[in-house]
């Protein structure tokens, strides 16, 4: 959203709910940052049982990649309710 106008500039398609804040961080080294999130996998938010974390190019609104977590023996880590912030480090 513009700051000046309240715009929208940009636009991102999530497969549920994003209830966290995004990162934005230059994760392929061109000069140009990317906006990562993270969706609630959950059900009862529109998701499918499995929560993503998910790159977009913030120039065009592309999604760049996704990835479902797995952690120990459980099918998501996260039991679909991943509603934690992004946080992005080298």
Known sequence: VSLRTGAVLRTLETTACSPSSPAAADL????VSEVVTLVNGAAQFGGDGE????AWDART???RWETVPRTGG????????FGRSPIVAD
């Open 28 to 31: 392929d080294g061109d000069g």
């Open 51 to 54: 929560s993503r974390i998910i």
């Open 61 to 63: 609104s592309t999604k």
């Open 74 to 81: 459980n099918r998501d880590g996260f039991g679909g309710d």
